[in-house]
């Protein structure tokens, strides 16, 4: 019986009827409470009390409510009224796959688009011991977004028990139903172990995304079949038309991608959703180029790499076109590369930095591994050589001879044979952000992340500053790139609180200190090659005809590749280009981003806290049983997450961004940072607002003047002041309170005892009468306490250096990571006005788990953190263009 227009389940009032099937019914209704549309999915009056009917209904709310995704739809709330049980769902809009699929094939593109969504959705759920176990068509809807699973009402969080038995069903093949009393599963998109009786893991998934994306591609259905019956033998005895054959303009490896997802053994079939993702991220970034296939030695732990033998052809073939005179005639060459077995690549986040490709083109440096290694891998041979004595480096930069490999570790820039062998300090540096050497052996580099440029020989010797930073402008100079002539360069010059937008971007400029020179706007570093500045537009590598001897751009922009890997966090991009016509980078992921992951106090990972996302800040709450984050990219919200249930409540929905969320003392509210403009914002602000998302967003704070920062705001244990740290410059942050009562009156606490040093980050313990903070006053950044809130005292924590203070609940202990980034643990004890240090002890090592830059937090009985990790998996391919300046001409 339908359930009427105006119908109240719950704050949930019924708005329309949107479609109904055996075993529910779906409405479109109104959310009362937070005035937003959902759907409904109701199990009919009839089924309630059929113990299968409501076994599924039950089953897919659980399997729901453990997923959270962007190609998963949401579930925001389960109920039961007057016998009615019901299920509130995210509102889609869109058609469904089936539906779409009705009026032909897609076109590859898009096809491929969609099928990497469903991927991650499948390897969300798989991860979480979700099998769906009935993946087809009608379960997925195209929305603007991407696609995105359906009905999870057959899913089972293990593998299932065969079911033998039972009988088929012949329902008509052209209207594919789930049956009750069959086996579990729609026959056109069932896997050959299904259809046996036998168990169903993710695998059984994997075929039948197979399925999918053979229709989505042909048009056509993988195996046809007049009954049931024959379209289970199909299955289980055939092999589908070749998809070539069907769709001739397919690239050649989304066959073999297809054809590894149906195999009838599941052993012989890819064996995780997570890598047919990267597979066919890979085929979407090449094209129809795409034809060199992936060998896959089939068995869950028996996976191999790419082997590089038809890659190393190709070079081989490229190196012969491209030295021939007219050689701009050569046609455009794409492959893939790999990073070396068990050494993911490291490009993205403030510990790594893009790869490199040496002066001649023949060679890139790469960082790679847990170790975070450079490699050096010969572009004509298929094997990478490990640097020994690179561990923990950054940034690889070349000489201009192709002999040395510049780079940073362990604060200090070095040098190292790119064929290996002992490396060689060049000087020192704090968190140096990009370097550049020229034929006079002279490197510009930016030693600190809120520095101007330096000059420093190769060979050692005294910096010399050689740019200035106007702080109304920029707060940061970085990525410097010699042109031609070794006496200019470009660098890229930004502000950190987002101020002036247009004159965010690319600088020219000389060595001998003169004038810099706008050239244009970006977000990124750029880099100049074959008469071309590359630099970075939204998603897109943009080429544009630059005069190097006096920074002058002609013509007009074009897209040289689109959705390119961009780090938002250091303002770089995941390119690099050579003057014979050589071009490497990272295709955007969409599993990009950050893991928040818990580990115990000897570093054991315990799991994750939430799924991977672009965090940008979190704090557990004073209870423990909370997480506020901000997340999104590029403009973060704040969503509070329940680490007990998984489920989310989103705090924050202007169109701003927001940033460093912290709670208020008794848990109901948020404070945090506000950037307006997106990603290069107008201006910042501190604002609080209820945790649960409701009510208005108050503003607490606002800069005085334009190029001031607000960051890291508190609320003190008592509730009575607002802490925040006020930038305005690279040098002299310095934090403040400001009393909640009427006055709102602003104290100084915190101010740096020299111009050039600056307080880092700072946390108030938990009893209210200490404030741990890290500083650079002794010209290395060091963590210190003082009294709260008077600011009476100092007192020195760390002893060889420190960063990002936090406490245990009861302020007996403080945690803070080491100048290598150890995670320390110092025993405290404090009494009116004496503070002591009793007793410190390294935990484990966070180097290999932590991008530099990125906070932790603490349980409050200290025997969990949560830290962000960079993903731990295998790294997706690069792309590799040969002849890449004739794309331009196209």
Known sequence: MAVATGTRLGPYEITAALGAGGMGEVYSARDTRLDRSVAIKILPVHLSDQPEA???????????????????????????????????????QGETLASRLAKGGLPVEPALRYAIDICEGLD??????????????????????????????????????????????????????????????TFQYMAPEQLEGKEADARSDLFSFGAVLYEMVTGRRAFEGKSQISVASA???????????????????????????????????????????????????AGSQAGVATPLRRGRRNRERLVWGALVGLLALAVIILSLPGRHTAPVIRASMLAPADAPFNFIGDVSGPPVLSPDGTRVAFTAGKQNA??????????????EGTEGASFPFWSPDGRFIGFIADRKMKKISANGGPAAVITEVLNARGASWNADNTIVYTPDYRESIWKVSAKGGTPVRVTTLDSAQHTTQRWPWFLPDGKHFLYFATNHAGVVQEQSG?????????????????????????????????????????????????????????????????????????????????????????????FDRSGKQLGAAVERGAYRGMRISPDGKRLAIS?????????????????????????????????????????????????????????????????QDELLVK????????????????????????????????????????????????????????????????????????????????????????????????????????????????????????????QVHGQGTEFEVENTRS??????????????????????????????SESAPLTLVLNWTAELSR
């Open 54 to 92: 409501r076994e599924r209904f039950e089953r897919e709310a659980r399997a729901i409510s453990s997923l959270n995704h962007p190609n998963i739809c949401q579930l925001y709330d389960v109920g039961q009224q007057d016998g009615i049980r019901y299920l509130v769902m995210e509102h889609l």
């Open 124 to 185: 969300k759920a798989h991860h979480g011991g979700v099998v769906h176990r009935d993946l087809k068509p009608a379960n997925i809807m195209l929305t603007k977004s991407g696609a995105k699973l359906m009905d999870f009402g057959l899913a089972k969080a293990a593998p299932p028990l065969g079911v033998p038995g039972k009988t088929v069903s012949l329902a008509s093949p052209s209207h594919p139903l789930t049956a009750e009393g069959t086996v579990i599963g």
């Open 235 to 285: 299955i289980l005895e055939k092999e589908p038309e070749p998809i070539s054959t069907l769709q001739p303009l397919a690239p050649p490896a989304l066959e073999h991608v297809a054809r590894g997802c149906l195999a009838k053994d599941p052993e012989a079939r890819w064996q995780s959703a997570g890598d047919v993702a990267r597979e066919l991220r890979w085929i979407l970034s």
């Open 374 to 387: 450079i490699w050096v891998r010969a572009l004509e041979r298929g094997e990478a050589q490990k640097l």
């Open 506 to 598: 690319i600088y020219f400029t000389s060595l001998d200190g003169g004038p810099s020179k706008f050239v244009v706007s970006t977000d990124s570093g750029a880099q100049y090659a074959s008469g071309y500045l590359l630099f970075h537009n939204r998603t897109a590598l943009m080429a544009q005809n630059f005069d190097p001897s006096n920074g002058t751009l002609s013509g007009e922009p074009t897209v040289l590749v689109d959705n390119i890997q961009y780090d938002n966090g250091t303002w770089h991009t995941a390119f690099t280009a050579s003057d014979n016509g050589v071009l490497l980078y990272e295709p955007s992921a969409a599993s990009a981003g950050l893991d928040l992951l818990w």
């Open 631 to 695: 997340v999104g990219d590029p403009t973060p919200d704040i969503w509070v997450v329940d680490l007990a249930r998984g489920s989310r409540t989103r705090v924050t929905f202007d169109p701003a961004s927001h940033f460093m969320p912290a709670w208020s003392p008794d848990g109901q509210r948020l404070v945090f940072m506000t950037q307006t403009g997106g990603a290069i914002s107008m201006g910042s602000s501190l604002h609080a607002k209820p945790a649960n998302g409701s009510g």
């Open 703 to 826: 800069p005085d003047k334009a190029g001031e920062s607000l960051n890291w705001p508190q609320f003190s244990p008592d509730g009575k002041y607002l802490v925040y740290e006020l930038a305005s410059g690279p040098t002299g942050a310095t934090i403040w309170s400001m009393a909640l009562d009427g006055e709102r009156k602003r104290t100084l606490l915190i101010q740096p005892q020299s111009p050039q040093a600056r307080v880092v980050y700072f946390r108030l313990s938990n009893d209210g009468q200490w404030l741990a903070y890290s500083s650079t006053d002794s010209g290395r950044e060091e963590v210190y306490v003082t009294s709260f809130p008077g600011g009476a005292g100092r007192w020195q924590v760390s002893a060889n250096g420190g960063t990002f203070p936090v406490w245990r609940s009861d302020s007996k202990e403080l945690y803070y990571m080491s100048n290598d980034w150890t995670l320390m643990a110092a």
């Open 843 to 872: 935990l484990f090592r966070l180097r290999d788990t932590v991008p530099a830059g990125s906070t932790l937090d603490v349980s409050p009985d200290g025997q969990r953190f949560v830290i962000a990790s960079p993903p731990n």
